[in-house]
């Protein structure tokens, strides 16, 4: 069993810009280790297509590894064209799902915040995003992308049949449900479950289950059950409606990137993957940008570190508890957009255009 070092962190840059990115966020923590003696340890190392280059292989075992020793994974992004053609088992993106499924990574945390400085970057009418804040909260490691039987089989009639299968288990959904219920205490106290019920066993399960725990540990907070397809159509009526909301693997999946947009640039969203608690209370987790690799803008100082910064304060808040410094982080992001500072993908006029990395040593001069 390897044990979780309590202030070692991986950084796994990846492809593309995720080098870029992940290089402000170790600015960040080595202005944090030497300002706050906070006594991080950082460690780096290959992942996706730059290990495929070295290694043969998207994630060696001696950087997973790694991984299970750390606290905290910030990856970067993995993938782009160069490795498009490779076989599935060596593309990229398999490092990222060794990780998540090796760290036992059931719980994807996508908040969608929708900046009042950028309001006019949504497709949407800024009274229905202005102020948005909510978070949702996607089972990650059950439900239809890992249910057995699956595969393409020929049947009698000489056709073809696809099969996948949707199961979740009490424990599965109660320990997720969990999580989105803890969150919703730290914010404003309300959690919707969405599934499809009316139709689908597994979706009634999750209901019932979701309810009972409710009942039995969190009846301060607010629950309410959404049918999965109502909550799409509920995120472009009225977004701000949901604080927290928690859905399985599959629904997640849409409505995450469905809220995602809401708020208008992929540069500025973060999100967390959350393990279970050990009996020490340790608890494993990656943090990333919900961004991919941008070949398009790679190596050319464009990309907005944003989403992997913001991705860090929640790796500040979530697994180190350092709630305070999570706020500042947030604040100094915020106050660098107040005084207009912006990353080409969210410029516009009357607007400063900063490189990643000034925008980088922007934040961190708001956090002096
Ligand atoms: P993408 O997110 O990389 O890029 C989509 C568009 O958004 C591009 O125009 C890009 O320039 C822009 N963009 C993305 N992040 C940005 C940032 N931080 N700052 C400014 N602009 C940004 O999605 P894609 O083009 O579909 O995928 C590119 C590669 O990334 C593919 O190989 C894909 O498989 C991979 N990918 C990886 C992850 C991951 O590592 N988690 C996630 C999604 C896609």
Known sequence: MIKVKKRKILLLPGDGIGPEVINEVRKVITWLNSKKSLDFEIDEDLAGGASYDKHGTPITDEVFYKALESKIVMLGAVGGPKWDNLEFQKKPERALLKL???????????????????????????????????????????????????????????????????????????????????????????????????????????????????????????????LADNCSMQLLRNPKQFDVIVTDNLFGDILSDQASMLTGSLGLLPSASLGEKNKDGEMRAMYEPIHGSAPDIAGKGLANPIATILSFAMALRYSLDLDKEADNLEKAVQDVLNDGLRTKDIVAKGNKEVSTAQMGDAIISKLK
Request: with cysteine; charged share 30%.
């Open 100 to 226: 998540r499924k090796e760290l036992k990574l059931f719980a994807n945390l996508r908040p969608a915040i929708c900046f009042k400085q950028l309001v006019h970057a949504s497709t949407l009418k800024p009274e229905i995003v202005s102020g948005l804040d909510i978070m949702i909260v996607r089972e990650l490691t059950g439900g239809i992308y890992f249910g057995e039987p699956r595969g393409i089989k020929p049947i009698d009639n000489g056709e073809r049949k696809g099969i996948n299968t949707h199961t979740y288990t009490s424990s599965e959904i109660i320990r997720v449900a969990k999580v989105a219920f803890d969150l919703a205490k730290k914010r404003s106290n309300k959690v919707t479950s969405c599934e499809k019920s009316n139709v689908m066993e597994a979706g009634q399960l999750w209901k019932e289950e979701v309810q009972t725990l409710h009942d039995a540990e969190y009846k301060e907070v607010e629950l309410n059950h959404m």
